[in-house]
């Protein structure tokens, strides 16, 4: 069974970097893409950008600028990178797994709620 | 500010068949397939159909999808009180990015 445990501080001063770690359990970073999606409280959810092995990634235009999404083999993780934060980046974030063939999200992570304040 | 579109709310009794509609444009819905995700308050969403109407393995057979031109639907039948969740659709668009929908409220009345 497939497994996504996340972590990272959840608590940020505005211009700070945010930094979310996904350790993935039970599957390999092949045949996958694996994404970060964010939801803000009370609201929908926000796909921020995804990575596949190889390196390959791919962000939603309005956070490009500041995200980096990136695998780590050798530790079976996935880290999310956010620069300059405020605090329109509060929210909960997820880590997700998208099956090729599926293209759907079809693990997630339990979430980690990021609040930007000063 | 998400481009599919969908109703704020749906509501029905137990036994009732509700359905949500998620609206999009050639760029997207019209272009690709569509998924749906449920989620449970304070957990994360949960994939409930995807390629437009398959559904994963335990999902029950009360959750149907589908789509045509630049809409797509979600229907539940025989709603039940554990169905009461938000509702999102998702696509990806002509630049293989990611869309959500602006979300449903499913009320069992």
């Known amino acids: 069974q497939v497994q996504l445990q996340q972590w990272g501080a959840g608590l940020l001063q505005p211009s700070e970097t945010l930094s979310l770690t996904c350790a993935v359990y039970?599957?390999?970073?092949?045949?996958?893409?694996w994404s970060w999606i964010r939801q803000p409280p009370g609201e929908g959810l926000e796909w921020i950008g995804e990575?596949?092995?190889?390196?390959?990634?791919k962000y939603t235009p309005s956070l490009e600028s500041r995200v980096i999404i990136s695998l780590d083999t050798s530790k079976n993780q996935v880290s999310l990178k956010l620069t300059s934060v405020s605090a329109a980046d509060t929210a909960v974030y997820y880590c997700?797994?998208?099956?090729?063939?599926?293209?759907?999200?079809?693990?997630w992570g339990q979430g980690t709620m990021v609040t930007v304040s000063s | 500010q998400s481009v599919l579109t969908q109703p704020p709310s749906a509501s029905g009794t137990p036994g009732q068949r509700v359905t949500i509609s998620c609206s999009g444009s050639?760029?997207?819905?019209?272009?690709?397939?569509v998924d749906w995700y449920q989620q449970l308050p304070g957990t994360a969403p949960k994939l409930l159909i995807y390629?437009?109407?398959q559904r994963p393995s335990g999902v029950p057979d009360r959750f149907s999808g589908s789509k045509s031109g630049t809409s797509a639907s979600l229907a539940i039948s025989g709603l039940q009180s554990e169905d009461e969740a938000d509702y999102y659709c998702?696509?990806?668009?002509?630049?293989?990015?990611?869309?959500f929908g602006t979300g449903t409220k499913v009320t069992v009345l």
């Open positions: 990575a596949k092995h190889g390196g390959a990634t």
């Open positions: 998702a696509a990806w668009d002509d630049r293989l990015n990611g869309l």
């Open positions: 039970g599957a390999s970073f092949r045949g996958s893409y």
């Open positions: 050639s760029s997207n819905v019209g272009r690709n397939t």
């Open positions: 390629n437009n109407n």
């Open positions: 997700a797994r998208l099956t090729w063939g599926w293209d759907a999200f079809d693990v």
